[in-house]
């Protein structure tokens, strides 16, 4: 049969014509794009969209490779037959095959296929050396090879190094090969100085915690306790107190009893730092008790406080110095009276009390509009040099701002009010500048209105590069955007925003958003979250990736709750490189 115009005969297969070819010449590209962003269905729809028109064994190949990512083996095994049917003297089809067959577990076929292959490539077919080396790896490997354990080979020394870069849970999984690996690592003293049983798929036993502690040789540096039967607690902190050089303790399991709780912690007198889960019940008095009996503490975590009395704190059970502490959380529970006082949940707080105190979080769950009042100091007192404070449920003073310490890196307030509610349109300055703070986080905090922010970020000259004005109702998106404009140039820091968020701002549209980037060319991360935008935004971000004017480009859009904002935006975006959250 003649063929008609246009066309030429290859292998007893008609090809198109010349525009066809290279329009499945610009499918394969498309494909091996979409393959490269891990985008396989989007790969596999563009190579079978260019088989009927091109027949050249490559698309064949990219989509067996793709099929194999995908796991679907027998697909990539009938691309990859169809390779070797179409050209039997390329490499690349019996290459394919062969490791396809790999992939599926079926390596005596691999090895067929491989001395097929060289049986049927001519002697001087340049890709027969490669064929060679892959068929004699996987003889070794199906014969089991000169393999050799290497705790046997390496020294010592490395093979301490080498296993040091694994985590607890890893080391546990090697102990788990063999009987001789067992030995070697139980001989490891150093490997067992880390305990740490949060990866643990099911209730961990007594018995395995005391032979941790068997293999330390009693001589633990760090032990993070979770997954235990909550009976056996009591026993698991009686092993651990027999290893004297324990300095880090976190855990994580069920305890009720605070006073028993007490007795057995207070043993541990080389604690340097200690964390009491949300599970572990503790009075404010046995908080205290704990802190005065382990003077070496530098961090201290209380994740579920409950008050012990109906009156003042009894302040002989908190230290009155704790020099070394550096990191202080305390967390209240909500089930917890309401407090009316700093002093009811930490009884001192100037720096005579803590010299060194770099953290500390107030915690009150939940957070509520005036859980307690956060009036910490007194006249003649100052805060610690904190680098971080955090507050949930605080009722400031109008005296917050100017008591803040120049050291201050992060604040982060969530909830709260303040104390004189008629009087909350201004804290008092002073002459507080907070020249280091660079994270400032407003929560739902009722007090954050247009005089507050521009107190914090313009009246201050912090050089902030985290701002979060999440869910401050009395703050509207215009009146966000003059703030932030800053014509008179008070703070140029402000240019250097890299992470701004702005969940549920009133008047935050496509518009605002605009302006806002115009204003802080800088921004990498963007959180708008229960806003008003739509897909024209994502559009905005994802193109300016491309353009080779943009100097700085924004990398991640968060976008929970924002129903105005369609999938195919949000696709768009990602293929663009956008990193989005939704």
């Known amino acids: 049969m ?65 099929y194999s990512k995908m796991k679907l083996y027998s697909q ?32 005596d076929k691999a090895r067929d296929i491989y001395e097929y292959a060289l049986q049927k490539l001519p002697a001087d077919h340049p890709g ?12 070794d490997k199906l014969a089991g090879g000169n393999r050799r354990d290497p705790f046997t080979v390496l020294p010592l020394e490395i093979a301490e190094l080498t296993l040091q870069r694994f985590s607890f849970k890893q080391i546990v999984a090697i102990l788990r090969v063999c009987k001789g690996w067992s030995r070697f690592l139980g001989g490891l ?6 305990v740490d049983l949060t990866g643990a798929r099911s209730r961990v036993p007594w018995t395995s915690v005391r032979n941790y502690i068997h293999r330390s040789r009693a001589q633990l540096t760090n032990a993070t306790i979770a997954n235990l039967v909550q009976a056996t607690t009591p026993k698991v902190l009686d092993m651990l107190s027999r290893c004297p050089k324990l ?14 709780f007490y007795l057995k912690i207070k043993v541990f007198r080389q604690l340097k730092s200690i964390v009491c ?145 008629n009087s909350a349109n201004l804290f008092i300055p002073r002459n507080n500048e907070l020249p280091n703070l660079k994270t400032l986080e407003l929560n739902d905090t009722p007090w954050a209105n247009n005089a507050t922010l521009s107190l914090f970020i ?8 985290t701002l979060r004005v999440n869910l401050c109702h009395k703050i509207k998106s215009e009146d966000f955007l003059n703030i932030i404009n800053d014509p008179d140039g008070i703070n140029p820091e402000l240019k250097e925003l890299t992470e701004l968020g702005v969940v549920g701002m009133a008047g935050m549209d496509d518009w605002s958003v605009r302006n806002l980037w115009a204003v802080l060319p800088n921004l990498k991360i963007l959180d708008l979250s229960q806003t ?15 353009e080779e004017s943009a100097t700085v480009k924004l990398d991640g859009l968060i976008l929970k709750g924002c129903d105005d904002v369609s999938r195919d935006a949000i696709d768009y975006g990602r293929q663009m490189g956008l990193k989005i959250v939704t």
């Open 189 to 194: 003293t150093s490997l067992w100085m880390n």
């Open 128 to 139: 027969r050396k490669a064929l060679a080396q892959l068929l004699k790896k996987l003889q």
């Open 277 to 421: 889960g949300p599970d572990i019940d503790l009075s404010h008095a046995c908080v205290g008790s704990i802190l005065s009996t382990l003077p070496k503490l530098e961090k201290a975590v209380f994740l579920r406080i409950w008050k012990n009395s109906r009156g003042p704190v009894l302040t002989s059970t908190w230290p009155q110095h704790l020099p070394n502490m550096k990191s202080l959380t305390l967390a209240f529970s909500q089930n917890t009276r309401p407090i009316s006082n700093a002093m009811d949940v930490l009884p001192w707080l100037g720096s005579s009390v803590y010299p060194n105190l770099e953290e500390l979080r107030l915690i009150w769950d939940p957070a509520q509009p005036r859980s307690y009042q956060f009036d910490p100091v007194g006249e003649e007192e100052h805060l610690p040099p904190l680098r971080i404070l955090e507050l949930w449920g605080a009722a400031v003073k109008l005296t917050f701002y100017s008591i803040l310490p120049t050291s201050l890196e992060t604040l982060r307030m969530f909830s709260g009010s303040i104390d004189t509610p």
């Open 247 to 260: 300095e880090h303790l976190e855990l994580m399991v069920p305890h009720d009893q605070p006073q028993e």
């Open 2 to 66: 003649a063929s008609k115009p246009g066309t030429r005969i290859l292998r007893g297969i008609t090809s198109k014509k010349k525009v066809d070819t290279e329009q499945a010449a610009a499918l394969q590209q498309v494909g091996q794009n979409a393959y490269k962003v891990g985008d396989f269905q989007g790969a596999i729809e563009s190579f079978t969209q260019a088989r009927p028109t091109f027949e050249d064994t490559s698309v064949l190949d990219n989509r067996a490779a793709t």
């Open 458 to 465: 313009l009246h201050s000259k912090a050089p902030l590069r």
């Open 532 to 546: 008003r935008i739509t897909g024209c935004t994502i559009r905005m971000f994802a193109d300016a990736r491309n």
């Open 76 to 107: 990539a095994r009938a691309d990859a037959k169809a390779m070797v049917k179409l050209a039997p003297n390329d490499d690349r089809g019996y290459m394919r095959l062969a490791k396809v067959l790999c992939l599926d577990g079926t390596f």
